[in-house]
């Protein structure tokens, strides 16, 4: 049996580099370093994107098999977390998990890494030649995957190791859109005296916006304008709004700083429950949720939103079509369009909403995009589409597939699942750049991606690199 103790060393020093979503130098540097040392080929681009190129063993077929992974992850942390991101991430562990506290733990992508450096650091395992990928920027728009230049690979089969369910290939996934709505706020100041009185939501556990997306769980973007729609009688003014997050991840987290007048509060505080006891008995299934109420005193010289501003806002929050807008009707049970509501957040004046559409058919994405378009017409200054990627295509014959299905039914007597995924893996790009490839995705069990709660499974790790090692000396037959 293969000692998966190398890759667990490996990916701990993957988490103990910072690494967030465009800040994947330091990552960089130390793989090019450790691919040199091992005089290994490497190339880098501009961008931090990289090809290692590992000849095969002694003795084993040559055509090449294809491996990749992104270096970046989505870093968040807990309200009040001390935390340091420059520190890196300290990888805890029980005896079923490996985790962080109190911050995310980023082995989506990190685990893929360490099971790539250890192939390369290997002098015992049987594999033809290997061409290693590692990509930026995949979390905020699968940006690496579109710049980086693949014409000089020579393999044809390809393997992303970006999936999070052991057992499961995927071989198609979705293709997606970002989006950000953004307001150049207006402010005015209140001369009498108002109550300042913030509500933070708390509770919600947040998760992928692709693959958690129908889970029924709460966002608080959504929450929050949901909440002002419920004080939109009582003449409350906003001074604030806030919930930091990613466009990926379901937002979890978020705070209103609102005005009162002092013979308001009362009948305001009131509201704001049963706003409350709403989102939990819709919620009482899937997540839970709690609002957090503070007040300070009254004061002359609040700085609020314009009322034009203040009805904007909530009118988008409440109009944007949140969640699961279609399911497929050609893959049973598989989401087919969706939308993800990840930040809301003020930077020099400007107030920003920062969205993920995603569908597996082009059009309904567009379609998707429209209609938010209108609402935008309709109620912020501006509306910015990006990181447009393209979706993968199920393929009827795929030797690859059929090869490593096979492979995990034998090794672990159970049956392998192919499946789709309402996910933006990079495989879309690799498919568009390289036509003709066969590829599959797949990876060992994470829990909880994206979120404070990440955790990876110890005997998954262990399983998938025995099976790795497993399938590439299948291949380099």
Request: glycine share 8%.
């Amino acid at each position: 049996m293969i000692d998966e103790s190398k890759v667990i060393s490996y990916f701990k020093k993957v988490c103990s580099i910072p690494r967030a979503s465009g800040d994947e130098k330091a990552i960089s540097d130390y793989i090019v370093e450790f691919a040199r040392e091992r005089g290994l080929d490497v190339n880098r681009d501009m961008y931090n994107n990289m090809i290692i190129r590992k000849p095969a063993t002694a003795g084993a077929g040559s055509e090449a098999v294809i491996l990749q992974g992104h270096l970046d992850m989505v870093y968040v942390k807990e309200d009040g977390s001390t935390h340091v991101y420059e520190n890196g991430i300290e990888v805890k562990e029980d005896d079923e998990y490996y985790f962080a506290e109190g911050t995310s733990l980023g082995s989506d992508n990190g685990i893929a890494i360490a099971y790539c450096l250890a192939l390369l650091d290997s002098d015992d395992i049987v594999h033809p030649d290997l061409e290693i990928i590692f990509t930026v920027k995949e979390e905020v728009g699968l940006i690496g995957a579109d710049t980086i230049d693949i014409s000089s690979l020579k393999g044809t089969r390809f393997i992303n190791l970006d999936s999070e369910e052991e057992g499961v290939f995927y071989t198609s996934c979705a293709g997606g859109l970002r989006c950000r709505m953004i307001w150049n706020l207006e402010t005015e100041i209140l001369h009498e005296k108002w109550i300042p009185v913030r509500v933070t939501l708390k509770g919600l556990a947040g998760g992928h916006s692709g693959i958690n997306i129908g889970m029924g769980l709460g966002n608080s973007i959504v929450l929050l304008g949901r909440l002002m729609y419920f004080l939109k009688d009582s003449q409350v003014r906003i001074s604030s709004l806030d919930a930091p997050g990613k466009a990926n991840a379901i937002a979890n987290n978020g705070s209103m700083c609102l005005c009162v007048r002092p013979e308001d509060l009362e009948a305001v505080k009131e509201e704001i429950v049963k706003a409350e006891k709403v989102f939990q008995a819709e919620l009482q299934y899937t997540d839970s949720v709690f609002l957090e109420v503070t007040e300070g005193q009254a004061a002359e010289g609040s700085e609020v939103y314009t009322k034009k501003y203040q009805n904007g806002i909530m009118n988008s929050l409440m109009l944007i079509p949140y969640g699961v807008a279609g399911y497929s009707f050609a893959i049973d049970g598989l989401i087919e369009t969706s939308m993800n509501m990840g930040s809301l957040t003020l930077e020099d004046g400007k107030l920003t909403l920062l969205m993920s559409l995603r569908s597996s058919v082009e059009s309904q994405k567009y379609l998707l995009r429209d209609k938010i378009q209108i609402i935008a017409d309709e109620n912020c200054d501006t509306c910015i589409f990006e990181s447009d990627y393209p979706g993968w295509q199920y393929r009827k014959e795929s030797p690859l597939r059929d090869t490593a299905t096979a492979l995990y039914e034998k090794m672990f007597h159970k049956k392998a699942e192919v499946a789709a995924i309402h996910a933006g893996l990079e495989c879309g790009y690799w498919d568009s750049k390289k036509p003709g490839m066969d590829i599959i995705s797949t990876g060992p069990n994470l829990y909880d991606v994206h979120s404070t709660k990440e955790k990876v499974s110890k005997e998954s790790i262990s399983h998938m690199w025995q099976y790795l090692v497993e399938l590439l000396k299948e291949l380099a037959q």
